[in-house]
């Protein structure tokens, strides 16, 4: 895992956190952009193919595109490993805005990513049950979180925590989480090696409570990531409804 503190783009307050974390605030960019021609797709879809063999693969297909073009790969449970993957890809058609006081403190470069998340088995993922808000939003999530550096000329990475909206709605009806935190697993899993010699990295989205945002913020990421792993594995398999590790 890379570890660094969020030193984050858009325009920054006067506010910081107490782990030293900015906070930043960011205003939509208007204007219709038509999406950058697709790089990465076999590369992607290769490195996750590999890492989860065995199976079944199916794609939802955005139909209307604005800056780059995301779809949602989805990889169906099996019986050892009881959950759904579903990971972005598009994301990485155009680089990220890393600020250079960042990148100078990496040793690879970070600037192209996509994003990833685990679904319960029992997760209904078909064309009709989709159009359920209730098990539609972690897409949605994904779709916003793949747009999000390129709509403001920013970046995402590890330990980067976004509310959803500055009133950290719940993203539906049928949750309470209403904001997102972004880390990496295993090296295996998290960067994508593409034939061209670019690294790509793959994001995990982790859906938090505000208590847990704002514990992060005065904690640090190691501190949070203690809570929520005392879950087990109901901290990497999304539950709507589950325990609020910090209120």
């Not at 063999?53 to 595109?65: D, L």
């Not at 593409?194 to 793959?202: E, P």
Request: charged share 25%; net charge negative; glycine share 6%.
């Amino acid at each position: 895992m890379n570890f660094f503190k969020k030193l984050f783009g858009g325009v920054e307050t006067d506010e910081k956190a107490k782990d030293g974390t900015a906070i930043y605030t960011y205003n939509q960019q208007a204007g219709f952009e038509p999406p950058a021609p697709m790089k990465y797709v076999d590369d992607v879809v290769n490195h996750f193919q590999t890492v989860f063999a065995g199976r079944e693969s199916s794609v939802f297909h955005e139909i209307i595109s604005d800056t780059i073009h995301i779809d949602v790969n989805v990889m169906s449970p099996t019986e050892e490993e009881p959950f759904w993957v579903l990971y972005t890809n598009g994301m990485s058609d155009l680089p990220m805005t890393i600020p250079d006081e960042v990148q100078e403190q990496m040793e690879e470069v970070i600037d192209r990513a996509e994003v990833m998340i685990f679904l319960p088995a029992s997760w209904e993922l078909t064309e009709e049950s989709l159009k359920d808000e209730n098990l539609y939003w972690p897409i949605r999530l994904m779709k916003q979180m793949a747009r999000f550096p390129h709509q403001y000329n920013t970046w995402l990475g590890y330990g980067h925590t976004i509310p959803n909206y500055a009133e950290y709605e719940p993203y539906a009806d049928g949750t309470g989480l209403n904001g997102v935190i972004m880390f990496q697993l295993s090296e295996e899993l998290s960067v994508i090696s593409a034939k061209d010699g670019t690294q790509i990295h793959a994001y995990f989205l982790l859906p938090l409570y505000k208590e847990e945002m704002d514990y992060k913020l005065e904690h640090g990421m190691d501190a949070l990531l203690d809570k929520l792993f005392e879950l087990g594995d109901e901290a990497l398999i999304l539950n709507p409804n589950r325990k609020n590790t910090c209120k």
